[in-house]
């Protein structure tokens, strides 16, 4: 199994390890900002039967950085489309991207 991510707009989601992602394991999400970001952020992941699985709202974005904080997870319950969308939550930047498990 393997999976791919597409991404769009100031915020580039990234998953880390997505050639060995499959259902019923857990994705890692991390970051890359092309933006000026101002905390606080929202991210949202609906999963392929349209209902969310994850919807936060977290201080820093983590980046993979050494003074980054945790990716962020979530359980892939089945194979399809994840989408995720990030932006800030008092501003206009924002990213979303497609997490394609198959």
């Known amino acids: 199994m393997s999976a791919r991510i597409?991404?769009?707009g100031?915020?580039?989601s990234i998953c880390q390890d997505p050639g060995a992602l499959a259902p019923?394991?857990?994705a890692k999400l991390i970051f890359r900002l092309w933006d000026d970001v101002t905390p606080p952020v929202t991210i949202k992941i609906k999963g392929p039967d349209g209902k969310?699985?994850?919807d936060r709202v977290i201080r820093e974005l983590p980046t993979g950085s050494p003074q980054s904080g945790s990716p962020v997870t979530f359980l892939v319950a089945t194979a399809g489309v994840y989408l995720v969308d990030v932006k800030e939550l008092y501003g206009q930047v924002e990213g979303s991207a497609k997490l394609t498990v198959s």
């Open 24 to 26: 019923g394991m857990t």
């Open 6 to 8: 597409e991404y769009s």
């Open 10 to 12: 100031g915020i580039e």
């Open 52 to 54: 969310i699985v994850l």
